[in-house]
């Protein structure tokens, strides 16, 4: 897999070892630069949540019924299943 290439944002990609990860600091982020088409769906995003210490990190996603929707509509926090529009952007945050 190759992270560096699909995701931009503050945070850095450690790309030593066995696995590709992301790095967040406080108030740092990654954006997904490719959207997922999921079709109408209900769609799950994984809900662990990894950090330093007791912090974690916050899902995001948005969606729309095409890839230029889906990259104008705002970010929503995930708490549950949504039914998808058809594209996806995710989003991961360190608050």
Sequence with gaps: MAFIEHWSGTGDIDNEGDAERLILDTGEYMNALEAVHSGAVTVTMLMNKYGTG??????????????????????????????????????????
């Design 54 to 95: 007791d912090a974690t990190v916050v899902l995001k996603y948005k969606h729309g019924a095409t890839e230029e929707d889906a990259a104008a509509a705002s970010w929503t926090v995930y708490s549950a299943p949504f039914e998808s529009l058809g594209y996806i952007f995710a989003r991961v945050e360190h608050p």
